[in-house]
Each structure stands twice: as C-alpha cells, then as structure tokens.
C-alpha cells in the first residue's frame, strides 16, 4: 500500500476531535484495508510490532533532526532553527520537504511495506556504527517523502502521531466496519486484544465477519497478557454488598505486579506493562523451577519487598529499582530481596484458565504451589462472609506493611486488561496518585542545571490535564530515593519545546505521588491542584494507560470529606 494513502488517513483522522467521526473515517479505511496489509494496524497506533512485541523504533529528536537535514540537505543549524519556531518537527520534515519538492525528484514511491521494513531494522541495531547505520535507514525514508509523508513519518519516528486514535478508537473502527457497531462484537473483540495483545491478528479475523471466529485466539504462554485490575470499595460494607458473601479477601500487597509464564522449561516474567524482566529476576525463575508444579502455566502474582535480617516487608518505592536495573542483577538482588505472592492463574496445563471460577483458580493456586516463605507462596487469603472479621485480617495485612486488602467475588471469571467491578481493592485512605510528568522548569541556586519543578497530569479521554507541581521528595544528593539529576537525565530526551526556563516534556516518565488534599483551582487544566504533594516513587512498571483520571480525581475529591479510615 502506498504510504502516502495512510498519511492522507492520518489527516483526515486529525482533521475531526470527534470520536465518533474518528470511527467512521477509521472504519472506511479498515473495511478496504487488505489482508496483505495487516501490519498497518501497527502503523496506526505509531508502533512497527504488536503490542506484546517489546521491539520500539526509539529514535531521539536529535537523530531525527539530522535525517531531516540529511534527507533535504538543509543544515543542522537551519533546521534546529526551524524546530524551535515551529515546535513540532513533524511540521519542520514537512515544510523544509515541501521547499525541496520544488526543485527535485523523489527517488521512488514509499510503501508502507518498505517504512515497516526500514523502522523494523532500527531496533536490531547495536553495537559500532549503529547511529550512522541507524541514520541511513532514515534518510531513505525521508529522501522519498512526499511533504505530508514526512511530517507522518517524523511523528511517528518520534513516538508523536497526534492523531488521538487509542486503540479503543480502532476496537470500534473494527466493530463498525465488520459488525454494524454492535455492542457485543465491540465487548469481544475489545477481549480479544487483551487476549492477543496483536491488532493485527485481530483484524485476520474480524475481516471475516463472523464473531466465532474470535474464539481462535486464544492465550499463548510467553506471549504477555494485560493484567486485571480492580476498582475501589469504601469499605467492607460496600464490599460485601458488591460481590455477596462469602467472598475472598486477600492481602493487597505493597509491590508490583508480575506476570509469570512456564512452558516446559522456559520461564519467563513480565510487568503489567507487557515488558519482560525475566533477565532481572534470576531467583524468581529459580523458585518456579523449584516451587511450582506444571508442565505450562500462567501466574498472576505480586512481587514484595523485605528486609534480608529483620523480614520486615518493604514499601515497593524500595525495591521499584530492580524492575529497570540491568547490571550487577546479583548484588541487587541480595540487597532488595523480594518474595512472590502468588493470587491468581490464567492458563495451566495446556488450558486456559479465564474462564474457570476465581474459587477454582485460587484453589488450584493452593495445590501447585509449594509455600515457601521469603520466596514464593500462595497470597494470604480468607474466604468470610463477616464484616468484623474481615476488619480484623485487614488491621493484620497493615500491620505487616501491606496496602490494605483485595476483596474477590469467588464465582467470577478473570477478565485481561479490564478493571472489573468483581474485584475490589481496600485502602486506609485515598491520598496517593499515579501522574505523568509533562513539564517542567530549570532550578536556581543550588539547583541550578537540574530541572526542579516538575508539573504532574493526569488524564481525560485523549488529554493530559495538569494538577500540580512537585518538587518535594527528590533528594539532590544521591543515597536513598531519586535524585534531581537522574530525573533530569531521564526528562532531557523528552523535551518538546523550551521557553525559558520552563520545559514541556512528552508525557512518559509515570510517578507516584502523596498529597495532603485536592482543591478545586483555575491555575491548572484538570481544575484541581494539589496540596503538598510530595514525590514518593518512579513508576517504571507503569504505562500512560495507568496513571489516574480526572474522573478518579474528582471521586477522590469528593471522598476526602468523608475519610474513611479502619483501625
Ligand atoms: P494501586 O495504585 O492502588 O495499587 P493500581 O492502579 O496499581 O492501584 P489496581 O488494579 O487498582 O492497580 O489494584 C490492584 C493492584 O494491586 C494489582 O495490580 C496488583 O499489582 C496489586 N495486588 C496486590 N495484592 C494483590 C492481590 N492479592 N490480588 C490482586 N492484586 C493485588
């Protein structure tokens, strides 16, 4: 297909911020989308893999600055000057191709098919030579770009397409170009791509028209597979009257989530980002080896921090360094040593799970897993239908330095990638949020060099609304906790634009924050501001999709006059 028909869909896409008349614009174009061309799907989102593929283009907005000098044979200074006025170097690609256009050629049509081929080589590259190698793969593209294939192109080189198609979006496209819209069709083909995670593959099939045929995709072992998320009770009362009694309550364990997949002997771990940390948790494999009964499986669990003498257990901010960390794994390992607290199963045996009642699931839990404490055991759980006692194993889990608890209706199937209403989690109070970091403003004085302020959004539908500032709970020396250079260093890469002192960065780098309250302010976009909001931790094992919503927000302001709190 020829890439100049995509781009000319990219702008159409762009040109409405209506969803719906997203969907149909998406929609026409899926409905004569060819077989051949499934891959574009990938192109849709700005990815070149499916999503389970951890394989990324990468590319700075350096390297692509010197392609676009490269490719129109302006100098580097010229088209820096150019970024900074225009501030978007998609629009800078577009424009200096556009002057160029006027006195030559391009080489040869661009296909889709030759773009995915260039931008698939560019993360297989390493080692000598990589960025001139890397540089060339670009070039070509970019030498071949008609005016608005280049400004697409550079987007999505840079991660940026800008076109506010989510996959939800694509989810409908496909329900309304194969299914008339029907509701059902868009519910299983939304738990379908949370099955595959591959869009494509999800297009082979619902090209056919036959909702059946969805069934063929199934779970496969070593394919990451997004994890079920809860939503919030207020309490026991509310809990109970929710999922009906008995239920299952369980430690909410302060840690992150690890997704563990066993076929034979292949082991491998992953975040509920999709990514694969096998190679950062040796000891992990090792207790599956060990601990864990089954030819295949998949395990849902909650990887938790200790300490090696005391056994006390660790906030996760203490041991989040080891999902990232690819070097001197051993010593880290010591250090931070983690125990994984098993609670659900997806798949066994050649089986898939999702179907199965949480009571059977958690049951077969129990009969694989050998316990062994400070490694791996089954997470602590009590089937109760009484409110007081329930209390009581809650008090327990806080005691030992867990976040509260989970409540799980026992007959209820699990459900990848959604945030169900049959899992509901407990906390003693509302006052912690996971933001993204969209700007920023360079320090004075001591801080001087070291971006300092850094501005925190949360989102709404496609948008990143601003709350807040924070600057609390970064350390300027380097010990315990983040530092403003590190996050400096991470935040550089991301700039957009410059006025100033201030920085607008690429929402990416996710954190964790506290806060004393929410108060209703004109100052920020979300109209919410945060009051002495304090950093506590970077959320590497978290994705934009993660971070909390104006909606949530809003509860949460709602809530805090009426601060529940057990104990
Ligand atoms: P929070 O920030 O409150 O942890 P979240 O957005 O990370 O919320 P939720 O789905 O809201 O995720 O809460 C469930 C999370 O709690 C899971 O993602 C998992 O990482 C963790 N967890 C700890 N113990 C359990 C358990 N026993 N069962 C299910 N999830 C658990």
Same mark, same amino acid.
């Given at each position: 297909m020829r890439y100049k028909k995509l781009a000319e869909l990219y702008q159409e896409l762009k040109s409405t911020t209506k969803r719906l008349e997203k969907i149909k614009i998406l929609s026409k174009f899926l409905e004569y989308l060819h077989k051949e061309d499934r891959d574009v799907m990938y192109l849709l989102l700005g990815d070149i893999y499916p999503e389970y593929d951890e394989r990324r283009i990468g590319i700075s907005h350096q390297l692509a600055i010197k392609s676009i000098s490269k490719a129109t044979g302006i100098e580097l200074k010229q088209v820096v000057k150019e970024w900074k006025s225009l501030g978007d170097l998609g629009r800078v690609a577009e424009k200096l191709t556009l002057n160029k256009k006027q006195s030559t050629l391009h080489n040869y049509i661009l296909t889709t098919e030759k773009v995915l081929e260039n931008l698939r080589k560019l993360p297989e590259l390493e080692g000598k030579g990589t960025v001139n190698k890397k540089l060339a793969l670009i070039t070509e593209l970019l030498t071949s770009a008609s005016p608005i294939e280049a400004l697409y192109l550079v987007r999505t080189l840079i991660g940026d397409l800008r076109i506010g198609v989510k996959e939800s979006t694509i989810r409908e496209s496909m329900s309304k170009a194969f299914f008339d819209g029907d509701k059902e069709a868009s519910k299983k083909i939304q738990g379908t791509i949370d099955k595959s995670n591959d869009l494509a593959a999800v297009f082979d099939v619902v090209k056919k028209g036959k909702?059946?045929? &969805?069934?063929?995709?199934s779970l496969e072992v070593g394919k990451p597979i997004k994890a079920m998320l809860a939503q919030k009770a207020k309490d026991f009362k509310d809990g109970f009257k929710k999922l009906g009694k008995p239920c299952a309550v369980e430690y909410k364990y302060d840690g992150f989530r690890l997704i563990i997949h066993k076929k034979n002997k292949n082991i491998l771990l992953f975040t509920?980002?999709?990514?694969?940390?096998t190679k950062q948790f040796p000891e992990v494999v090792g207790y599956i080896q060990k601990y864990v009964q089954g030819k295949s499986f998949i395990l849902d669990s909650e990887a938790v921090g200790f300490d090696r003498k005391t056994k006390e257990y660790k906030p996760f901010q203490e041991i989040s360094q080891r999902i990232r960390r690819k070097y001197n794994i051993e010593k880290l390992q010591k250090e931070l040593p983690i125990e994984i607290n098993v609670f659900d199963i997806i798949y066994y045996n050649g089986k898939s799970q999702l179907n199965e009642p949480f009571k059977k699931r958690t049951a077969l839990i129990k009969k694989i897993i050998k316990n062994n404490p400070y490694k791996i055991i089954c997470a602590k759980q009590i089937i109760i239908g009484n409110e007081e006692r329930a209390k009581e194993f809650y008090k327990k889990a806080l005691k030992e330095n867990q976040e509260g608890v989970m409540m799980k209706n026992l007959e209820a199937i699990y459900k990848p990638g959604s945030r169900v209403g049959h899992m509901l989690k407990i906390k003693p109070e509302e006052r912690d949020l996971d933001l993204v970091i969209t700007g920023a403003e360079y320090g004075t004085g001591? %801080?001087?060099?070291w971006l300092s302020s850094f501005v925190l959004s949360c989102k709404d539908k496609n948008k990143f609304l601003e709350i807040g500032k924070v600057g609390t709970?970064?350390?300027?020396?380097?010990?315990?906790g983040i530092t403003f250079d590190e996050l400096t260093k991470k935040l550089i890469p991301l700039i957009t634009k410059e006025k100033g002192k201030t920085v607008y960065i690429k929402p990416k780098i996710v954190v964790a924050v506290i806060y004393q309250e929410i108060q209703k302010s004109p100052n920020y976009a979300s109209g919410f501001a945060l009051r002495f909001p304090r950093f506590t931790a970077l %959320?590497?094992?978290?994705? &934009? %999709?993660d971070i909390n919503t104006l909606d949530e927000i809003k509860e949460d302001f709602k809530k805090q006059k009426r601060n529940y709190r057990y104990g």
């Open positions: 909702l059946k045929e &969805l069934k063929k995709i509920r980002c999709l990514e694969n940390v001591k %801080r001087k060099g709970g970064i350390k300027e020396k380097s010990g315990q %959320r590497p094992d978290k994705s &934009l %999709r």
